[in-house]
């Protein structure tokens, strides 16, 4: 969308009104996450930067500050239809707006004309319905989530979990990084799922990638190709797993995993165009840059990519 100051501006008086009575509860701050995520032209860094404001309170004073740095970002018609846009995209993000969200969203117009604490008033209505949505579309997912407090409950790391607590197999590796390795194996499974036809030599290539670029023994890289590639569902969060993956990775980790995501698509002798957008949106999500993406697309032999 471009004129990420103002998206930020914007995001970070979208938390302060969230933060208003003082209390967000942890699948709230969850949720507000998991919308704000989507919010385009963002790095890492500016992740970083929200995330402060996320993890506590914002007092008046500072919600204050926020409000006129918005407005200072303000600066054309065609920022204030930036702004609209961001918001109507976020509230729209996990389901239907209402009319009460329509009414508030026709308010926000006309205040972004004059931007003032009566749009923080507003944003915070008006985020609300969103938010207790997103949760309620999380708290909808099957019971196994139920063995988690964030959303690695994706059913790879449940089976990992089961496995483990049945005594069918035992990893020599702390929670953290079998939590990762979950998550990765999470995303592993879109590239996996794009041409629906995987066979024992892709995965052998799979596990023999997963062991070079992150530095895991084998019977952890078998265990998480073979449970993202015969557990792919059409139901996992994509939203909530690719922000954990994030926040949980280095950037250095997410630019080797978005290589070994081109080494894998190419083991069947040319990486198909569904293959290429499909890591090119899981790059996207977690705010690679395009040359970072493209660097990445590189490793592979010319004569395996497309165009």
Known sequence: MGNSTLLMALAKVIIAAAWADGSVDYEEINSLKDLLFRLTDMTARDWASLD?????????????RLIEDLKANLKTEQDKELALASLRALISADG??????ELVYEQIKTDLDNVGTGLFGSMGRLMRGPVQRRS????????RERYLDDFIENRIYYHVNQQMENGEIELDLPEEDIRKLCLTGGLLARVAHVDHDIDQAE??????????KWQINQQAADLVVDIA????ADDVDYYRLSRRFFERT?????????????????????????ET???????????LT??????????????????
């Open 229 to 232: 590639t015969t557990d792919i």
């Open 96 to 101: 239907s707006v209402d009319e009460e969200e």
């Open 250 to 274: 280095t950037e250095t980790e997410r630019i080797k995993f978005t290589e070994a995501l081109f080494t894998i698509a190419a083991q069947d002798g040319q990486v198909s165009h569904d």
């Open 203 to 212: 995965k052998d290539w799979m596990t023999k990638v997963l062991q070079e």
């Open 277 to 287: 957008e499909e890591i090119r949106t899981i790059a996207y999500v977690l705010k």
């Open 290 to 307: 395009h040359k970072q993406f493209i660097d990445a697309k590189l490793t592979i032999p010319r004569e395996q990519r497309t165009t």
């Open 136 to 143: 309620q579309k999380v708290a909808e997912q099957p019971n």
């Open 52 to 64: 402060i404001y996320i993890d506590s309170p914002v007092g008046e004073g500072e919600r204050e």
